[in-house]
């Protein structure tokens, strides 16, 4: 240990961090050792974003590990802080421990004199407050496999103490987990302490792999449905909580972790841990919708807040859009349950509720949509309730030319899109759009595609083409083009947008509409496919066949593009628009199509449908072409 008083004799100003010199460092040391406990605890938080920051270590970190060991043992506040910094400092990929390269790194730096330290230490797991002692815990594990021989005994023997005889089950659960890190195994399993017994369980099916095994699947339904309230405050290695661990565990058998889910919420959801789980899954493993909701409409009476009856009902919203594609329709009772809630006079659950029941193609939406028609339920309904097209059309008219702005301009320009040849009658309130610059882009596009070409609307593409937005500048121009069948001023327009730098993908992706009538612009799109950046490469690649409707040199450069991932997903799309596979492509498409898994993830309040479903229907597409390709 090193005390205040030696702070001067390391060179802090050659050392760095994660902003630069690390000359703040000593003062930020000494403040530890204030009266004032603010003061502590915001030279705690300065630590954490210089000598560790978002994961990382620095050149200073290691040389701050001995005043930190002395802070903890002499400092009046925030002993069981500064042990967590100590232990989040030497957090390390145990596989990264590789002579003579590991010593050279600062975060192997950083665990040499965290060992060096730990016989001081080691009196906190005897501290009277808990926090102290659970802290300390987490500093044992962070290095338990690097300590040496002679040490690692005493270590040992005090652990097993503390899992013995501590007082608080929650100290003895986490000793049970740092033993086991030393490869030490416990009775745990019989512990008469659901804590115990749970962090036993959870080892023991880690170790197993799924599937799990039942009756260890049955101590964790039993055990787990409380959480434990010190969670967040001790992170593990890798800055997750045993509530992450439980979760990512769980998840990786959906079988067990919706049975788990299921018990947890008969338990009463407490801390929505088993929507939370029931949610992990339906985003890991396809097809598992139906039975993840049935789950939220049974955990919904025990969400014990709106904001939180308001989480499950967008998780609910979102995935039951999905299952008409799998065939399936919503039960009654989910539909009477969505119904209730929207009708429900608290704003905060409501509004999610509604948008559920009209992604369920519920038929008494449309009416609720119509009392409070905001912007996204428009959008909605008019996916959704076709037979309101004549109600829903003057409500999206009347949001337009009150002055939406923004993305309620755009929801609402969106949702005239599936409503067809009528919502021509938005045209005054599109036009307005593109006048005062309100979602300009997507008017220009539906003044464009809607095919009525009027002296103002023609004039106000026109104009539109020579604004400062290039995305605008493209749509307006290929509106133009629309309406007039003038390609003269697109073609101009698309050949200043390209020569001009930034992200130019955006801009080709406008080119579909022209077709062949872009090809005078085929010198400024075919140098794009060797591209570094893979979106403009995909873009030129999709420009390239719209013009030419040659797949052939497409073809290669979708077909590199093509992954599990947004560009990957789009890439796939293109390449079904030609009709070709390269075989070599297929042992991916099958994977694709067939993994119980979903390869692409996406958040429960992201928008329409599912990329991962996407992928999997364009992959199942993709299979069913042909084989004469290359």
Same mark, same amino acid.
């Given at each position: 240990?090193?005390?205040?008083?030696?702070?001067?004799?390391?060179?802090?100003?050659?050392?760095?961090?994660?902003?630069?010199?690390?000359?703040?460092?000593?003062?930020?040391?000494?403040?530890?050792?204030?009266?004032?406990?603010?003061?502590?605890?915001?030279?705690?938080?300065?630590?954490?974003?210089? /000598?560790?920051?978002?994961?990382?270590?620095?050149?200073?970190?290691?040389?701050?590990?001995?005043?930190?060991?002395?802070?903890?043992?002499?400092?009046?506040?925030?002993?069981?802080?500064?042990?967590?910094?100590?232990?989040?400092?030497?957090?390390?990929?145990?596989?990264?421990?590789?002579?003579?390269?590991?010593?050279? *790194?600062?975060?192997?730096?950083?665990?040499?004199?965290?060992?060096?330290?730990?016989?001081?230490?080691?009196?906190?797991? +005897?501290?009277? #407050?808990?926090?102290?002692?659970?802290?300390?815990?987490?500093?044992?594990?962070?290095?338990?496999?690097?300590?040496?021989?002679?040490?690692?005994?005493? !270590?040992?023997?005090?652990?097993?103490?503390?899992?013995?005889?501590?007082?608080?089950?929650?100290?003895?659960?986490?000793?049970?987990?740092?033993?086991?890190?030393?490869?030490?195994?416990?009775?745990?399993?019989?512990?008469?302490?659901?804590?115990?017994?749970?962090?036993?369980?959870?080892?023991?099916?880690?170790?197993? @792999?799924?599937?799990?095994?039942?009756?260890?699947? +049955?101590?964790?339904?039993? +055990? @787990?449905?409380?959480?434990?309230?010190?969670?967040?405050?001790?992170?593990?290695?890798?800055? *997750?909580?045993?509530?992450?661990?439980?979760?990512?565990?769980?998840?990786?058998?959906?079988?067990?972790?919706?049975?788990?889910?299921?018990?947890? /919420?008969?338990?009463?959801? /407490?801390?929505?841990?088993?929507?939370?789980?029931?949610?992990?899954?339906?985003?890991?493993?396809?097809?598992?919708?139906?039975?993840?909701?049935?789950?939220?409409?049974?955990?919904?009476?025990?969400?014990?807040?709106?904001?939180?009856?308001?989480?499950?009902?967008?998780?609910?919203?979102?995935?039951?859009?999905?299952?008409?594609?799998?065939?399936?329709?919503?039960?009654?009772?989910?539909?009477?349950?969505?119904?209730?809630?929207?009708?429900?006079? +608290?704003? !905060?659950?409501?509004?999610?509720?509604?948008?559920?029941?009209?992604?369920?193609?519920?038929?008494?939406?449309?009416?609720?949509?119509?009392?409070?028609?905001?912007?996204?339920?428009?959008?909605?309904?008019?996916?959704?309730?076709?037979?309101?097209?004549?109600?829903?059309?003057?409500?999206?008219?009347?949001?337009?030319?009150?002055?939406?702005?923004?993305?309620?301009? /755009?929801?609402?320009?969106?949702?005239?899109?599936?409503?067809?040849?009528?919502?021509?009658?938005?045209?005054?309130?599109?036009?307005?759009?593109?006048?005062?610059?309100?979602?300009?882009?997507?008017?220009?596009?539906?003044?464009?595609?809607?095919?009525?070409?009027?002296?103002?609307?023609?004039?106000?593409?026109?104009?539109?083409?020579?604004?400062?937005?290039?995305?605008?500048?493209?749509?307006?121009?290929?509106?133009?083009?629309?309406?007039?069948?003038?390609?003269?001023?697109?073609?101009?327009?698309?050949?200043?947008?390209?020569?001009?730098?930034?992200?130019?993908?955006?801009?080709?992706?406008?080119?579909?509409?022209? @077709?062949?009538?872009?090809?005078?612009?085929?010198?400024?799109?075919?140098?794009?496919?060797?591209?570094?950046?893979?979106?403009?490469?995909?873009?030129?690649?999709?420009?390239?066949?719209?013009?030419?409707?040659?797949?052939?040199?497409?073809?290669?450069?979708?077909? #590199?593009?093509?992954?599990?991932?947004?560009?990957?997903?789009?890439?796939?799309?293109?390449?079904?628009?030609?009709?070709?596979?390269?075989?070599?492509?297929?042992?991916?498409?099958?994977?694709?199509?067939?993994?119980?898994?979903?390869?692409?993830?996406?958040?429960?309040?992201?928008?329409?449908?599912?990329?991962?479903?996407?992928?999997?229907?364009?992959?199942?597409?993709?299979?069913?072409?042909?084989?004469?390709?290359?």
């Amino acid at each position: 240990m090193r005390s205040p008083a030696e702070l001067d004799r390391v060179q802090w100003h050659a050392l760095t961090h994660a902003y630069g010199p690390a000359e703040d460092v000593p003062e930020l040391i000494s403040a530890l050792y204030q009266d004032d406990e603010e003061a502590v605890d915001e030279a705690i938080y300065e630590l954490y974003g210089n /000598i560790h920051h978002q994961g990382s270590v620095y050149p200073a970190s290691a040389p701050a590990v001995p005043f930190l060991a002395h802070a903890v043992r002499h400092a009046r506040f925030k002993r069981a802080e500064l042990l967590m910094l100590l232990a989040i400092l030497a957090d390390h990929d145990p596989e990264a421990v590789d002579p003579p390269h590991w010593q050279d *790194t600062s975060v192997g730096a950083v665990c040499t004199a965290l060992c060096q330290e730990l016989p001081e230490l080691l009196c906190c797991l +005897d501290d009277t #407050e808990r926090g102290v002692r659970r802290a300390a815990l987490r500093v044992v594990a962070a290095v338990a496999e690097l300590l040496p021989e002679d040490r690692r005994a005493e !270590v040992v023997a005090r652990l097993d103490e503390i899992y013995a005889n501590d007082p608080v089950p929650a100290v003895r659960a986490d000793a049970v987990v740092v033993l086991a890190r030393f490869g030490r195994g416990t009775a745990a399993a019989d512990s008469p302490l659901p804590e115990v017994r749970l962090a036993a369980a959870l080892l023991a099916v880690a170790r197993s @792999g799924p599937p799990y095994p039942a009756d260890l699947v +049955d101590v964790i339904a039993e +055990d @787990g449905a409380e959480p434990d309230p010190g969670d967040d405050e001790f992170p593990w290695s890798g800055a *997750t909580t045993q509530e992450d661990r439980l979760r990512h565990v769980l998840t990786e058998d959906p079988d067990a972790g919706l049975r788990v889910a299921a018990r947890w /919420i008969r338990r009463g959801d /407490i801390g929505s841990r088993g929507s939370w789980l029931a949610e992990a899954i339906a985003e890991s493993w396809r097809d598992r919708e139906p039975a993840v909701l049935d789950l939220l409409l049974e955990a919904l009476p025990h969400q014990t807040s709106s904001r939180t009856r308001a989480a499950r009902l967008r998780t609910v919203g979102h995935w039951i859009e999905r299952l008409p594609e799998l065939g399936l329709a919503p039960g009654h009772g989910l539909r009477d349950t969505l119904h209730r809630y929207a009708t429900d006079a +608290d704003e !905060v659950t409501a509004g999610p509720a509604l948008l559920a029941l009209v992604n369920s193609r519920d038929p008494r939406a449309l009416e609720l949509v119509l009392r409070r028609p905001g912007p996204r339920l428009l959008e909605a309904a008019a996916r959704h309730c076709p037979e309101g097209t004549d109600r829903l059309i003057p409500e999206i008219r009347r949001a337009l030319a009150a002055g939406a702005t923004g993305n309620d301009a /755009i929801a609402l320009v969106r949702a005239l899109e599936p409503l067809g040849a009528g919502a021509r009658v938005a045209l005054p309130e599109l036009v307005e759009c593109l006048r005062t610059r309100r979602a300009a882009v997507v008017a220009a596009r539906w003044l464009g595609a809607g095919g009525v070409a009027t002296q103002e609307t023609v004039d106000l593409v026109a104009d539109a083409t020579r604004s400062s937005d290039p995305a605008l500048r493209a749509a307006a121009a290929v509106a133009h083009h629309r309406l007039t069948g003038d390609v003269g001023l697109c073609l101009r327009t698309f050949e200043e947008v390209l020569s001009g730098s930034g992200q130019t993908h955006w801009y080709l992706g406008a080119l579909e509409p022209l @077709g062949s009538a872009a090809a005078p612009l085929l010198p400024l799109v075919e140098p794009r496919l060797e591209a570094r950046h893979e979106w403009t490469r995909l873009a030129a690649a999709e420009a390239l066949y719209w013009i030419t409707q040659s797949p052939d040199r497409v073809v290669p450069v979708l077909a #590199e593009l093509v992954g599990p991932t947004p560009v990957g997903l789009r890439a796939l799309g293109a390449l079904a628009a030609t009709g070709r596979v390269p075989e070599g492509l297929r042992p991916t498409l099958r994977a694709y199509a067939f993994s119980p898994r979903r390869l692409i993830h996406d958040g429960p309040v992201s928008g329409q449908g599912h990329p991962d479903d996407e992928l999997r229907t364009l992959a199942r597409t993709l299979l069913g072409v042909g084989a004469g390709a290359e």
